[in-house]
């Protein structure tokens, strides 16, 4: 696919992250560039291919926008804002007294997704992500890595969609309607793959990361799980429970956290106790 040259002159730098920065329109509000810093030129084209394939499944996510080239050769994305909205993090951060509100809407959209069977010859299944993962890993050790790779192994399969990067922060709203967002790393199997996202994000990120990410103190993002988790599992079944059968997914995110840092993760790596 063909690039669609853009002039940056049409657009104001409006943010960053890890791979690139994000733009606004000098002149149409709702139109936004996200630009992937230079050489990331399959990146930007492989996402929004995923992007489309997903939208085109039902999944609630905004459509995909256009794969675009600026003069000087950084690629992109360019896509319409969807005005207004807010992710489920900012609203519980601004109104914590609706935690619980949030908290179960979220919960909600998971189990939709957690049950949208998927066409499995077009995505990735996410123990081969892991597996990959778990390959590249430098820190662990053979004998450790033996065990986490039996574990995922022996996870029972599913065939319905996965988010990937399932964080309360990826899922907006705006009136009554709702999307997920970034949906970069979407693939199929397991749910608890994906929940356990939620769980880390929530109980064992530190104060400080949950704080700059989520803009919320951490023991409201710990009230934000333990409304999820009821919401999702059901009711009848305890929270201790549902912590102990989620906590080594929640581990498992080790592997990309240790990829990203390029270092180990004690506080991440105590979630995988049961497995090591």
């Known amino acids: 696919m063909d690039p669609i040259k853009i002039s940056l002159n049409d657009y104001v730098l409006s943010g960053g992250g890890a791979n690139g920065e994000s733009y606004d329109h000098r002149q149409d509000p709702e139109v936004m560039l996200k630009l992937y810093f230079p050489g990331k030129i399959q990146q930007p084209l492989d996402e929004m291919l995923l992007a ?65 069977v998927v066409d499995t010859s077009q995505f990735e299944n996410v123990k081969s992500r892991y597996f990959r993962l778990l390959e590249e890993n430098p820190f662990f050790t053979t004998d450790e890595k033996d065990k986490i790779g039996r574990f995922i192994s022996d996870t029972p399969d599913e065939q319905t969609a996965i988010h990937g990067d399932l ?58 799980w333990r409304n999820f988790a009821p919401a999702y599992f059901g009711a009848d079944r305890p929270l201790k429970d549902i912590e102990e059968e989620i906590m080594p997914y929640a581990g498992l995110k080790t592997l990309i956290i240790e990829r990203d840092m390029g270092a180990p993760q004690p506080i991440f790596r105590a979630a995988l106790k049961s497995v090591l």
């Open 52 to 116: 489309r394939k997903v939208f085109d499944m039902g999944i609630p996510t905004p459509e995909p926008g256009e794969y675009v080239v600026t003069e000087d050769g950084r690629y992109g994305i360019r896509f319409r804002r969807i005005m207004g909205k807010k992710s489920y993090s900012r609203a519980t951060a601004d109104n914590p007294e609706k935690v619980r509100q949030y908290a179960c809407e979220f919960a909600q959209m998971c189990l939709q997704l957690h049950s949208t």
């Open 167 to 224: 964080q309360f922060s990826n899922a907006i709203f705006a009136g009554d309607k709702r999307y997920f967002i970034d949906l970069g790393d979407f693939c199929y199997g397991n749910h608890l793959f994906d929940v356990g996202m939620v769980y880390l994000c929530c109980n064992l990120s530190p104060e400080p990361f949950i704080q700059e990410t989520f803009h919320m103190s951490k023991s409201l993002a710990i009230e934000f």
